[in-house]
């Protein structure tokens, strides 16, 4: 073998080598972007069964406290727009509605407290069951989506698959974040 034969070899295996690492790059980001769209569909199926229990627990508080409407208005117009932001809305903008729902319905918990004869309906005790075992759903299917989401991010940011990343046009994903106004305690005031 005389010198050119041995740096055809060298060049060669270099390139299958690029190109075998470029494809494990590529499939290592196209696995974390399919795992942030997964995650982002489990935290939409959850927000999507809580909206779908909210109108049974506003009925069922109704009944006992019917003449507290400005919690039952607020409730309703908190689901309409998180239920909107489903439809069309970026994480953010979901994150926000979703806060504005979940302020809401503490509200209305506090609200049903303050009728001993409602906290004893077995049927709003399984609603209440209900909600707060999908609260849990949600927030671990939020901290599994934020944890894919820094992973694919990261991935996109690091030296050398941010290379692959710019080539074939990913795009960070956005967490799913709690609001400033969700970390603020919900003041409830009941008017009789």
């Given at each position: 073998m005389n010198g050119l034969t041995i740096t055809l070899i060298v060049i060669v295996v270099l390139i299958v080598l690029l190109v075998l690492w470029g494809v494990g790059a590529y499939n290592?980001?196209?696995?974390?972007?399919?795992?942030?769209?997964?995650?982002?569909?489990?935290?939409?199926?959850?927000?999507?069964?809580?909206?779908?229990?909210?109108?049974?627990?506003?009925?069922?508080?109704?009944?006992?406290?019917?003449?507290?409407?400005?919690?039952?208005?607020?409730?309703?117009?908190?689901?309409?727009?998180?239920?909107?932001?489903?439809?069309?809305?970026?994480?953010?903008?979901?994150?926000?509605?979703?806060?504005?729902?979940?302020?809401?319905?503490?509200?209305?918990?506090?609200?049903?407290?303050?009728?001993?004869?409602?906290?004893?309906?077995?049927n709003f005790m399984d609603l209440q069951n209900q909600l707060n075992q999908l609260e849990q759903k949600i927030a671990y299917a939020r901290q599994f989506y934020n944890d894919v989401v820094q992973k694919f991010n990261t991935k996109i940011q690091s030296v050398p698959s941010n290379i692959i990343a710019g080539l074939f046009h990913f795009k960070e994903a956005q967490f799913f974040e709690a609001v400033d106004q969700d970390r603020i305690v919900p003041q409830v005031s009941f008017s009789k």
């Amino acid at each position: 073998m005389n010198g050119l034969t041995i740096t055809l070899i060298v060049i060669v295996v270099l390139i299958v080598l690029l190109v075998l690492w470029g494809v494990g790059a590529y499939n290592s980001l196209v696995d974390l972007r399919n795992r942030v769209a997964n995650g982002w569909a489990q935290i939409d199926v959850q927000l999507k069964q809580r909206a779908d229990l909210v109108p049974n627990l506003v009925e069922t508080v109704k009944g006992y406290a019917g003449h507290e409407s400005e919690v039952f208005q607020k409730v309703t117009e908190a689901r309409a727009r998180a239920v909107q932001a489903a439809q069309d809305g970026t994480p953010a903008e979901r994150a926000q509605a979703e806060g504005q729902l979940g302020n809401a319905l503490v509200n209305l918990q506090a609200t049903a407290e303050a009728y001993p004869q409602l906290q004893a309906n077995q049927n709003f005790m399984d609603l209440q069951n209900q909600l707060n075992q999908l609260e849990q759903k949600i927030a671990y299917a939020r901290q599994f989506y934020n944890d894919v989401v820094q992973k694919f991010n990261t991935k996109i940011q690091s030296v050398p698959s941010n290379i692959i990343a710019g080539l074939f046009h990913f795009k960070e994903a956005q967490f799913f974040e709690a609001v400033d106004q969700d970390r603020i305690v919900p003041q409830v005031s009941f008017s009789k």
